[in-house]
């Protein structure tokens, strides 16, 4: 056997009938190292469609009001049915769905309910594949707060997957002491990859989706933006956060403290090499200055100023208690020689603007407080372009060029980190100008 391990995730999507569990087994049996196959719930198949997650849900709903949920199983068990005839298997569903139907006559659980869809298609994938079907009830383990108790998962997941040769992992969720079921967010079968992964300590954590990996910009806002081929864990993260969803974020962060590389592939076009996610760019590779540009429309801004406010009397320290007293985030925090100039999202600070602006005058006495909503926030991210690339300067001069307000401007060190504030109005200016800029110096365009 292969001494490699890939640990390969296929998306709802990926899953969603049987053509599509199909050129799965294909992509899983071109490479033999794709020993552990974890997968989500079938998802939609035209844009209209309703993912198994959503009917499920529907009838935990339905079940817990007391209304029938009849007919949203029924759509449950025709996609399952298509699924099962449509690879010619004999599979107990009528037994499965039936469980499931007590399950929500009897005692109706929203987690439980919501698991079934990945368990039944990793049950499916597994008989199909003739792989083992690993139950991560068994060993994705939480807590009875609801929260993933990463260390026990890590050791119970080694214990139970690297005896195994090959075997399918349903996403999503696990139990907790009790046993009883308890879901991820939505989303979360990412994360039961990459736990995976980083239990058998996999050479490479792939994530098939229905796009060839990561879009240096919005498709919905540049037209046929390109796809990244490289980028850093970090530069993941700051996307991700500012908007740009291709894997849940908390997945990131497991793989990439073991340093296990992440693919992003496309199940439709599998001979794409997709977007490689890892630390350090492989020698020989020459990545574009700029990475990718995301961003958020709804944030505010608040300036307050004081006179020699960085003088060491702790008012920036004072100022952010109140926004921890509060609970209330903020995505970034300046502070200049006279003011602090804060961004944060409109709608959480909406409810206590006023009360908020009162206790900073009592507490703090500035002499100015400004308020500005309709901001939008652009992340610009580029890990090789360090001190020696120009790219953050000739970004905002091409914003400039575009006749676009820059509104607030924050550059982490080092690296290209740049969030740029810029009236909402203009957000989509602002991505297509930075985007055009990043074509421009594109190290295939030279
Ligand atoms: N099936 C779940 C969802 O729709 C989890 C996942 O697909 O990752 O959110």
């Known amino acids: 056997m292969s001494e490699r391990i890939v640990v390969a995730k296929f ?4 899953v969603a009938d049987a053509a599509q569990l199909r050129k799965i087994s294909t992509i899983i049996r071109s490479n033999p190292e794709r020993r ?31 209304e029938s949920f009849a007919q949203e199983l029924d759509q449950i068990r025709m996609r399952y049915r298509e699924i099962v005839d449509g690879l010619q298997m ?11 139907e007590e399950s929500l006559l009897t005692n109706p659980e929203r987690d439980y309910t919501a698991s079934r869809g990945e368990y039944l298609t990793a049950k499916i994938m597994a008989q199909y594949l003739g792989f083992t079907f690993v139950d991560p009830a068994w060993c994705v383990c939480f807590d009875e707060d609801g929260q993933l108790n990463d ?30 079921i308890r879901t991820f967010e939505r989303g979360g079968s990412d994360i039961t990859g990459s736990l995976a992964a980083c239990a058998v300590n996999a050479d490479l954590y792939e994530n098939w989706t229905d796009v060839s990996g990561l879009y240096a910009a919005n498709p919905a806002i540049v037209e046929n933006p390109e796809t990244v081929s490289y980028m850093s864990y970090r530069e993941l993260r ?44 492989p020698s020989g590779v020459t990545k574009n200055p700029v990475t990718g540009v995301s ?40 502070t200049g020689i006279d003011s602090i100039t804060l961004v944060i999202r409109s709608d959480l600070l909406e409810s206590c603007k006023e009360e908020l602006i ?50 607030t401007i924050n550059q982490g060190a080092g690296k290209l ?30």
């Open 36 to 66: 552990f196959i974890v997968v989500s719930a079938p998802g939609k198949r035209f844009p209209e469609d309703i993912k198994v997650t959503d009917l499920l849900l529907a009838c935990y709903e339905k079940a817990t009001a007391g």
């Open 11 to 14: 998306g709802g999507t990926s």
């Open 151 to 180: 260390a026990m998962t890590r050791r119970t997941m080694r214990a139970s997957l690297l005896p195994l040769s090959r075997a399918v992992i349903a996403g999503f969720y696990g139990a907790d002491m009790n046993g009883r």
């Open 90 to 100: 004999v599979f107990p569903l009528n037994e499965e769905i039936r469980t499931l």
């Open 238 to 281: 700051t996307l991700s956060y500012m908007g740009a969803s291709v894997l849940h974020s908390d997945a990131v962060l497991s793989a990439s403290e073991l340093e296990i590389p992440i693919n992003i592939r496309n199940t439709n076009i599998p001979e794409n090499p997709g977007t490689m996610i890892m630390r350090h760019l």
């Open 295 to 334: 961003g958020r429309k709804g944030m505010s801004l608040v300036q307050i100023e004081k006179v020699m406010v960085s003088d060491g009397s702790g008012f920036s320290a004072l100022m952010l208690d109140i926004l921890k007293e509060r609970s209330l985030p903020f995505e970034y925090c300046l």
């Open 358 to 407: 009162a206790e900073i005058r009592n507490t703090l006495h500035p002499d100015f407080i400004g308020l500005r909503g309709n901001l939008s926030l652009i992340a610009v991210t580029g890990e090789k372009a360090t001190e020696a690339s120009d790219a953050n300067v000739r970004v905002l001069e091409k914003l400039t060029e575009e006749g676009i307000e820059i509104s």
């Open 417 to 446: 980190n740049l969030l740029i504030g810029v009236p909402e109005e203009r957000y989509e200016d602002a991505i297509r100008a930075i985007y055009e800029f990043r074509q421009s110096i594109s190290p295939s365009s030279k």
